[in-house]
């Protein structure tokens, strides 16, 4: 079984500073013509503030396989309050979300894996639904099948030990809870985005891959976390019991830095004054 990742698209249907990139990914998705694509999170610049845009977001990606699985990123259904006080995840942004994408976590049976799709935006934040996903997790990881985990946020930069990163990983206290339920599953595989880096390590018997994004990298605003600040996508070969991920680089991709344009795109006018 093989799956193409893609990931922190940031599509917009209001700007066009990073359209040739995502152009050049749809040039690359279109030639090699995946079965399966998972795209781990900003589908949209801000489908948080607009569900026309995460819709217009979720077109897009929807065009390039007979089956595109999708996770929520910040950008698409906001983060917790702590972080982004004007965006904050609430009922009316995951209805959007299931309204233009379909459901914000998932699971499926194929080529003897299982692959788990997550909201890692509900985590931290007290909505009842985050512990309605973890209930779910729970049941969803008691399986033979070794399991693929797939959500925007990484777990952790170094060790899962680490303190808080702020607005890069999950916070301390859901990883510690996401990670003891993994602790007693077959997890084998844990891929993320948001963080517009790619990198790939093991931790224990996991692997971990940060997804590139198709858009733009992080420049001085973004501290060193390791890996590449490279734009790409991943693609994630299975075999019976691992998995082997490989880094593509799509032709015509240009690394754009976001720090240019970041005071017209993020944060938006309305939250400056704040
Ligand atoms: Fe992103
Ligand atoms: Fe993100």
């Known amino acids: 079984m093989r799956i193409i990742q893609i990931s922190d698209t940031h599509l917009s249907p209001t700007h066009g500073f990073f359209a040739a990139n995502l152009a050049a990914t749809a040039r690359w998705l279109a030639a090699d013509d995946p079965a399966l694509i998972v795209h781990t999170g900003d589908l949209s ?13 979720a077109k897009w990606s929807g065009c390039f396989a007979p089956l595109v699985l999708s996770v929520p990123g910040n950008h698409d259904v906001g983060d917790h309050a702590a972080i982004k006080p004007t965006q904050t995840v ?13 459901p914000d976590r998932w699971s499926l049976d194929r080529g003897g894996w299982r692959l788990v799709g997550l909201n890692a935006m509900l985590l931290g934040t007290g909505h009842a639904e ?18 693929a985990l ?8 170094e060790d899962p030990a680490e303190g808080p990163h702020g607005y890069w990983t999950v916070t301390p206290e859901p990883r510690r809870r996401l990670m003891s339920l993994m602790a007693g599953a077959n997890v ?16 224990g018997d996991i692997d971990y891959v940060w997804g590139p994004a198709a858009s733009f990298v992080c420049g001085d605003s973004q ?39 970041q005071h017209i795109l993020y944060p938006r006018p309305a939250e400056k004054v704040q």
């Open 130 to 147: 985050e512990d309605a996903q973890f209930a779910w997790l729970e049941a969803t990881l008691n399986t033979a099948l070794p399991v």
């Open 150 to 157: 797939f959500l925007h946020k990484p777990l952790f930069i």
């Open 188 to 203: 084998r595989l844990v891929a993320s985005g948001h963080l517009h880096v790619h990198r790939q390590f093991r931790h």
């Open 45 to 57: 610049m801000d489908g948080a503030g607009t569900a026309e845009e995460l819709a217009a977001a």
């Open 223 to 261: 501290p060193d976390l390791g890996g590449a600040r490279s734009l790409g996508a991943v693609e994630h070969v299975f075999g019976p019991d691992s998995v082997t991920s490989r880094f593509i680089r799509p032709e015509g991709l240009e690394d754009l830095t976001i720090e240019p344009v």
């Open 90 to 102: 609430d009922d009316s942004r995951l209805a959007a979300w299931r309204t233009a994408v379909g």
